[in-house]
């Protein structure tokens, strides 16, 4: 069969997916946050396959720009984890429920 | 053993390229967040370094080179570092084995079903198959001319996001938060 949009779409989406059953499945704060990276990436993919197949370059544009802000939150993210396992002494995201009412 | 050589020679190399790492990909991503064989957070790591540069080999099929070069540098380089380096500080312990919620499971199926389903939907809405072949190349001079000209304006503004994002993590990390 021949590969076209269709099949990366597909595998876009998939990954989208098993990202989405990592984040609210697992409890383990850094293993949501590969997670999200899953999720990020699965976008990604699925605007570089447009990105090709529409003959434009604007979406690899876009890609560069999201590699380059998922780069800052994930600095942003893992610095909030490290300052709130020292307060807390916990990653798990049951442990964290002082929010709750 | 002449189909053999066709496949390899001929124009259906990118095609069996593409299912490899389609493969490699989703399997690697479902050992990130699933992996029945270790609990260990190094470990999701590195399968995510796996998918990451699977993923670099898919952006080369599709002729971005540029971004397939990035994805490793950014991601595989400084992304996955980051994360163990947090791991290692951390010092996690083997996570034992919790149970899985029953409210987390019907979520997690109900909401994937609900993704896969808007997939399958739009996908028959679409015909995708009716288009000319593509001639886009992701190369790093045209991805940069556009970039220097078109897009000057978000390039620099997302300079100015990475400053505030390294004073934020820097006053994060600051011993004495007041």
Not at chain 1, 16 to 28: D, E, H, Q, S
Not at chain 2, 4 to 11: F, K, M, P, Q, V
Not at chain 2, 36 to 45: E, K
Request: charged letters at 10%; proline letters at 2%.
């Amino acid at each position: 069969m021949h590969v076209g949009l269709e099949q990366y779409l597909t595998v876009s989406f998939l990954l989208f997916a098993l990202g989405l059953l990592g984040v609210i499945m697992r409890r383990n704060l850094l293993i949501i946050y590969m997670s999200l990276e899953l999720m990020l990436n699965a976008a990604n993919l699925a605007l570089v396959a447009f990105s090709r197949f529409n003959d434009n370059l604007n979406g690899q544009i876009l890609v560069f720009f999201i590699i380059t802000v998922a780069a800052a939150e994930v600095s942003v993210g893992l610095a909030l984890i490290v300052a709130l396992y020292r307060k807390r002494q916990t990653a798990h995201v049951e442990d964290l429920t002082s929010m709750k009412l | 053993m002449e189909a053999l050589a066709n496949l390899i020679g001929g124009t259906a190399l990118p095609d069996v390229l593409f299912y490899v790492f389609a493969a490699l990909t989703l399997l690697c991503g479902a050992l990130v967040i699933a992996n029945p064989f270790s609990r260990n957070p190094v470990t999701s790591a590195m399968f995510l370094v796996l998918t990451i540069i699977s993923m670099a080999g898919l952006f080369v099929l599709l002729h971005a080179f540029f971004l397939a070069a990035v994805q490793i540098l950014v991601y595989a380089g400084a992304v996955i570092v980051l994360f163990l380096f947090v791991i290692m500080l951390l010092d996690l312990k083997e996570e034992q084995r919790r149970k899985i919620k029953m409210f987390g499971l019907v979520a997690g199926v109900v909401s994937v079903g609900a993704i896969v389903a808007i997939f399958l939907k739009s996908l028959h809405a679409t015909n995708l198959n009716a288009r000319p072949a593509p001639a886009t190349e992701g190369d790093t001079a045209s991805l940069g001319k556009l970039l220097f000209t078109q897009y000057v304006l978000p390039f620099e503004i997302v300079s100015v996001l990475l400053l505030v994002a390294m004073i934020g993590v820097i006053l994060l990390s600051k011993k004495d938060l007041k």
